[in-house]
């Protein structure tokens, strides 16, 4: 199958989000398409899957103009989409997922009698198998780690055994291991004739399994390039065009932090949550402080910061901030005016989808509106928002569910920032975003420590963590395996304290850490 957009624009109100983009699409080749949030790529591609109709141009399939006018006519046609956000279940299982999109799903089934031997599950679940080895066919999607949910809204679109496969940054919440699995996956499926679009906006995505580069600025198509063309900066310098100088991030010395006494105690956190569970999770932070939290996508990380903001029940332990407890296992859970949370899947946790920007921001201090609130004031911080971290479309009024991923999160992590905290949780808080727009998040986000915040700072980037975090400490199964100074420690260490495990099955806290106390987990 060949595909064809010629001349496709597409306007939101005053907005061109596509101004004449063209863009042939061969059979059997993997095109990456580039370029910062907001450039229009997402856009040009949900033209091409039947979300949008274009106002102006044309689509062309194996040389046949042809109206694409829903998702259904796109998949006809032998087209598929992985989108950002997922279109799962939680309540039902990984199998009962890809039962829900197969195409020749048997007539009836239970869940407990689906024989997954058989050569008709074996169909369904090839791709599990490949894509995400060990991973039970009967796990409730709740228990799933954002990685593994990803994995699968990919698996229901190979199942459906389209020929063009469209996929909406789907490396943006994998980590390393999973990535690689991926790409060499993107890679067999070109080799066996199917073409893929990448969106993204990692130059790893790129070097890894792109045949073909094609970079996208303000929605205009501004370059098309053989991979092995390309350089990462002649990439950047296109992508973000003269908006490359930008102010370094900074953050608090090591050295202002040692003589501040402690402003948040984590102590013996403890919390179950479906599969998940943390265990004994003892930490300090100093006021200024950024705490990184490393760890393999699935070992408690999204349960820890639930725990810390009061979204989860705690079994044992508690949240001490300047010596009032905001979280204590002996009462329930409850949200704080003193903490920000930019959580891990914004588009699920963070926004009402039907409600506007303005509405969405407001919700960040609702205990502190009228009862009949003075939208202008709301729309007037909004708008700030929306200016001071490009939010595009930069449109107050538009209802939040039509926002891209990336500008998403760039609208979640301004109102979180909006306000002076004494503790931020920031879980993956670039997560989706081009290297421009990570840098304001992190200039933003390391500006509030400066500012005498304490930050927890949960990332699967350790290149980031070593390069910002004051300390580093590593969550796997749930527990605390080893605290690093990113000064002393090196990659490698933190990398072994994430993925080793010990015959007698205790963490292995290494010798950088040895200074740390039982109690608190940190070295004074």
């Known amino acids: 199958m060949q595909i064809e957009l010629y001349n496709v624009s597409k306007r939101f109100g005053d907005i061109t989000a596509n101004d004449g983009v063209s863009l042939e699409i061969r059979k059997g080749e993997v095109i990456a398409l580039l370029g910062e949030n907001g450039a229009g790529k997402s856009t040009l591609m949900k033209m091409l899957f039947g979300l949008y109709p274009p106002d102006d141009g044309a689509i062309l399939v194996d040389g046949r103009e042809t109206s694409v006018s ?69 796990t409730l999607v709740r228990d799933l780690s954002v990685g593994q949910r990803q994995l699968l809204e990919l698996i229901k679109v190979l199942n459906l055994n389209a020929q063009v496969l469209i996929l909406d940054e789907p490396t943006s919440v994998l980590p390393p291991q999973e990535a690689e699995r991926l790409w060499g996956m993107i890679r067999k499926l070109a080799e066996g004739g199917r073409s893929v679009v990448l969106i993204t906006h990692k130059m790893e995505d790129v070097m890894a399994c792109a045949d073909r580069v094609v970079v996208m600025r303000n929605g205009k198509l501004i370059n098309t390039l053989e991979r092995e063309e390309c350089t990462e900066d002649s990439l950047v310098q296109m992508m973000m065009g003269e908006r490359l100088d930008r102010e370094p991030v900074t953050t608090p010395s090591h050295d202002s932090l040692t003589a501040r006494p402690a402003k948040v105690l984590i102590r013996d956190l403890t919390a179950n949550q479906g599969l998940q569970s943390i265990r004994d999770i003892n930490l300090e932070l100093r006021p200024g402080e950024i705490l990184g939290i490393a760890g393999v996508s699935g070992n408690g990380q999204h349960l820890l910061a639930d725990a810390l903001v009061g979204l989860a029940q705690l079994s044992a332990g508690e949240v001490i901030v300047d010596g009032v407890t905001l ?19 914004p588009a699920v946790n963070a926004v009402a989808d039907d409600l506007s920007l303005t509405v969405n921001v407001a919700l960040s201090h609702f205990r502190d509106l009228s009862f009949f609130p003075r939208w202008a004031p709301e729309k007037a911080i909004t708008e700030s928002i929306l200016d001071h971290y490009q939010v595009r479309p930069p449109n107050p009024a538009l209802k939040a569910g039509q926002l891209s ?112 106390q039982p109690r608190t987990g940190v070295s004074q």
């Open 70 to 138: 829903s998702p259904q006519k796109a998949m006809s046609l032998g087209i598929g989409m992985v989108f950002q956000q997922f279109n799962l279940i939680p309540a039902l299982s990984v199998l009962d997922n890809l039962l829900l999109a197969y195409p020749r799903a048997p007539f009836w089934t239970f869940r407990h009698l689906f024989d997954t031997s058989t050569s008709h599950a074996g169909q369904i679940l090839d791709y599990l198998h490949e894509l995400a080895p060990g991973l039970d066919p009967h």
């Open 327 to 345: 979280q204590s296992a002996s009462r329930g859970p409850a949200s704080s005016g003193q903490v920000s949370y930019i959580p891990e899947q």
């Open 405 to 516: 991923g990336g500008n998403l999160q760039k609208l979640v992590v301004g109102r979180e920032l909006k306000d002076e905290k004494d503790l931020i949780v920031a879980a993956y808080p670039t997560m989706g975003l081009d290297a421009g727009a990570a840098h304001d998040i992190y200039q933003a986000l390391f500006r509030k420590a400066a500012e005498g915040a304490a930050i927890l700072w949960i990332s699967e980037d350790l290149d980031d963590l070593m390069e910002y975090a004051h300390r580093i400490a590593v969550l796997r199964g749930g527990e605390i395996a080893g605290i690093f100074d990113p000064r002393e420690a090196d990659r490698y260490d933190i990398g072994r304290a994430m993925t080793s495990h010990q015959t007698d099955g205790s963490p292995a806290i290494p010798d950088t850490v040895a200074a740390s």
